[in-house]
Nanobody, 131 residues
Framework: QVQLVESGGGLVQAGDSLRLSCAAS????????MAWFRQAPGKEREFVAA????????????YYTDSVKGRFTISRDNAKNTVYLQMNSLKPEDTAVYYC????????????????????WGQGTQVTVSS
């Protein structure tokens, strides 16, 4: 059983930056694909970014939804069992609860963007961007 705990959310102004962290425990972190999703009030949970498990000969693959490309960066530190989401140039439309998720097993196609294909979830952290 994997436990995920997000932190780093808060209230910021448009154009500011935040870094979210997700600390994992209870599993072999380096073998899990990790993702960030978000859910705004009244909307469905949506994919934000994902990073594959660490393959020794190729490293990791990263994936982003179009609206955050060039602004957000996902990374992982396997020694700290933590995945990060660096969010720059934040916009009011980025306001949401951000959730960390883990998937055991390789991503195939667009698996990374499917909430149903992630096995473990954190409790979420609120990000509010004021205009």
């Amino acid at each position: 059983q994997v436990q995920l705990v997000e932190s780093g959310g808060g209230l910021v102004q448009a154009g500011d930056s935040l870094r979210l962290s997700c600390a994992a425990s209870g599993g072999t972190f380096s073998t899990y694909n990790m993702a960030w999703f978000r859910q705004a009030p009244g909307k469905e949970r949506e994919f934000v970014a994902a990073i594959s498990w660490t393959i020794s000969w190729t490293g990791t693959n990263t994936y982003y939804t179009d609206s955050v490309k060039g602004r957000f960066t996902i990374s992982r530190d396997n020694a700290k069992n933590t995945v990060y989401l660096q969010m720059n140039s934040l916009k009011p439309e980025d306001t949401a609860v951000y959730y960390c998720a883990a998937r055991k097993g390789s991503y195939s196609g667009r698996d990374y963007a499917d909430t149903r294909l992630h096995d473990y979830w954190g409790q979420g952290t609120q990000v509010t961007v004021s205009s």
